[in-house]
């Protein structure tokens, strides 16, 4: 198959479960995309060497990763932090979707702001399940541990989350 074909395939199938993990790990749009960008140049540079092909979404996961873990390293060394706040295309909308979308924002912003509380590990197992489908085998496989210990890390992050947002919204 012609490499230019084979990565476009690849591209378009696993660009969105690529952002969305990196985009609920960083939560910057912008820095999200750029990764995205690097982790398919990564993919085009390599994927001649990758000998088999039934592992390619592994191989992005794990450069994936490694990509955010290495932006997350600099980010902490600067002591920075970044949330996209992208919320100008609802003030086009009439007053009832404005202020649905604006709850719903409000509830997505409390989930960000409790996962970005929680421990890299609980957050990204919660990340990589709940926004990027993968199976409890997939994470396990990715992050180096037994299936039983996502399973446990996923309960744990679920109970912290029901309990800090019933909280705020009460």
Known sequence: MNPALEFTIYY??????IFNYIFKMICNKIVSEDIVQNVFLKLYSNLKNIKNQGS???????????EIYSYLNKKRMKN???IDEDISEIYLKNDSEFQKELDLREVKELINEELDKLPVEQKEVFVLREFSGMSYS??????????????????KVRQKLIEKISKKIS
């Open 80 to 82: 920075e932090r970044f």
């Open 56 to 66: 390619i979404e592994y191989w992005l996961f794990t450069t994936t990763r490694n």
């Open 12 to 17: 378009n199938k696993h660009k969105k479960k």
């Open 138 to 155: 997939e994470i396990a496989g990715l992050t180096n541990v037994e299936e039983k210990t996502v399973k446990s890390r996923l309960f």
